[in-house]
Each structure stands twice: as C-alpha cells, then as structure tokens.
C-alpha cells in the first residue's frame, strides 16, 4: 500500500491519465481551428466526465461508498473552482496574442506541469494535517479570506495578478505562456487543494480527483471560451461554496457534516448562480 492504495492502482492511474492527455492531444478540433472546435470540445468536456464517473464507480466498487463519495465531493469542488482558473487562461492568451491552435499545447503543457505541482502540494498538505491538528484551522481560516476575497472582488477576473493583466505578446515562444499558465495555477491551487482537504485526507481519492478534474479543464476552456464573460454571478457562488467548506472544516470537530449533505449544499450554490446569471442576461 502507497498512500492509501496499492502502487498497481496508482500505476493504473497514471496510465489512464497518459492515455486520456494523449487522445485529447490528438482531437481534431485540437490540431487545427474549426468552425467545429468549440463541439469539439463540448465532446471531449462529456469525455472526461464519463471517465471520471466511470472512476467514482469503480472506487465505490473496490474501496466502498465513502471514499467514492469524498472523491466525487473533491472533483466538484476542484472542477468548480477551476472556472476561475479560465477566465485567467483567457486574460493570459488575449495578452500574449496566442491562435486558437497554439493555445492547446500551451494548455497541453500546463496540464502536465498541473500534475507534478499538485501531488507537491496534496502530499504537502495531508502530511501536515496528520502531523499538526491546529493546521486545519489555518486552512480553514485562509478558505475563509478567499472566500470573502472572491465575493467582494466584483467578478472573478478580479483576482487575476496585476503582473497577468501588463502581459506583452511574445515573439514565437510558448515557454513565458506555459510558465504563466503553471504560476497562476498554482495561485489558485492554494485555495482548491485546502477545500478538497475539507472533504477527505485520503491521499489517492485527494489526488485522483484533484488531477482527474485538472485533465478536463483544457476541453472546457475551449467548451466555455465564448461564455465565459456571461458567467456574471458565479463569483458570488464560489464564494459562498468556499466559505461553506471553510466553515466546514472549522467545525468538523464538533459537527460532522456528511459528505452527502456538502455535495447537495454546493450544487444548490452553484445551480443557483448558474440560473440568476443566465436569467438576467436573456
């Protein structure tokens, strides 16, 4: 066993995850522009969550129906905060005047580079967590700031750094793009990886949810790239989802909110924001 699974289970992981990157890389939509691109995309979105249902089950099937459920909390959580992460991508590409074409591999890129930054931080966070119980209370406390940073921000672009906002085209390389896609995810990785740390500290449903919701964020951004400024009130949700989880974790050793429940309070938040943003713009 390896951090709650046996090294066949991680290798079976990371070999699912090799193979969904290299289909995804291989996409039609993805090696050249089309009028097709964005179905393209909406194709490859419903790819990767079928794949990452597909893994909840299996999960439930072979470690039972807790950790199935903290992973599938995990994903929604890490795949909702992730929205903020495109808008930046967004600010990013405008910035550096990037094609549609070169935008997958620097994507592509920042997807791996995603991967090896995020086991850094889980491994980081789980073993201080086992380590200092007060820990939990910085986490929590530091979810609480961002989430009130996020609601008062006015939108979800306003947490973009002032540094990504002066960003000058560059001269044919994807190198100061990529690094630029790598800094900011991990800016707001210091707020999602806590958050999924509310839900469980099982190191393999942690990271295999974290990651599987990071896989899909490329094909959503191609998904969501035309919508993305519609999305007027989801900063208010994001905001109230963290500050939920944050409160969650504050209390978790007095209260112990069922996974279920958390799962049925965060999808409230963020169909609600969903409805009013999309009613008021029709």
Same mark, same amino acid.
């Given at each position: 066993m390896i951090?709650?699974?046996?090294?066949?289970?991680w290798l079976g992981f990371h070999a699912v995850v090799a193979a969904l990157l290299l289909v995804d890389s291989l996409l039609p939509g993805h090696r050249r522009e089309t009028r097709h691109t964005q179905t393209f995309a909406?194709? *490859?979105? *419903?790819?990767?969550?079928?794949?990452?249902?597909?893994? #909840?089950?299996?999960? *439930?099937?072979?470690?039972?129906?807790q950790p199935a459920l903290e992973w599938v909390g995990g994903y929604a959580i890490e795949? /909702?905060?992730?929205?903020d992460n495109l808008f930046v991508f967004l600010v990013i590409f405008q910035g550096f005047q990037i094609s549609q074409k070169r935008q997958h591999s620097a994507l592509l890129w920042g997807v791996l580079g995603a991967v090896v930054l995020?086991?850094?931080?889980?491994?980081?966070?789980? /073993?201080?967590?086992?380590?200092? &119980?007060w820990i939990t209370w910085i986490f929590g406390l530091f979810l609480l700031y961002a989430a009130w940073r996020l609601a008062s921000g006015g939108s979800a672009k306003a947490a973009i750094p002032e540094w990504i906002r002066r960003l000058q085209p560059a001269k044919g390389s994807l190198l100061p793009v990529i690094l630029a896609v790598e800094v900011t995810d991990v800016i707001f990785a210091t707020d999602s990886i806590p958050a999924v740390l509310a839900i469980s500290h099982n190191p393999f449903v942690v990271y295999t949810s974290n990651i599987a919701a990071?896989?899909?964020?490329?094909?959503?951004?191609?998904? %969501?790239?035309?919508?993305? &400024?519609?999305?007027?009130? %989801?900063?208010?949700?994001?905001? #109230?989802?963290?500050g939920f989880v944050a409160l969650k974790m504050l209390v978790a050793r007095w209260i112990?909110?069922?996974?279920? &429940?958390?799962?049925?309070?965060?999808?409230?938040?963020?169909?609600?924001? *969903?409805?009013?943003?999309?009613?008021? &713009?029709?």
């Open positions: 951090a709650g699974a046996s090294w066949t289970w909406w194709l *490859a979105t *419903a790819g990767f969550v079928l794949a990452a249902a597909s893994f #909840a089950v299996w999960i *439930a099937e072979t470690q039972g129906r795949t /909702s905060l992730s929205v995020r086991a850094l931080f889980i491994i980081a966070g789980i /073993s201080l967590l086992k380590r200092f &119980d990071v896989l899909g964020l490329r094909a959503l951004y191609f998904a %969501l790239a035309d919508l993305l &400024d519609r999305f007027r009130y %989801l900063h208010y949700g994001l905001g #109230a989802m963290l112990d909110v069922p996974i279920l &429940d958390s799962l049925a309070v965060m999808g409230t938040i963020l169909t609600t924001c *969903a409805l009013v943003s999309w009613l008021v &713009d029709s």
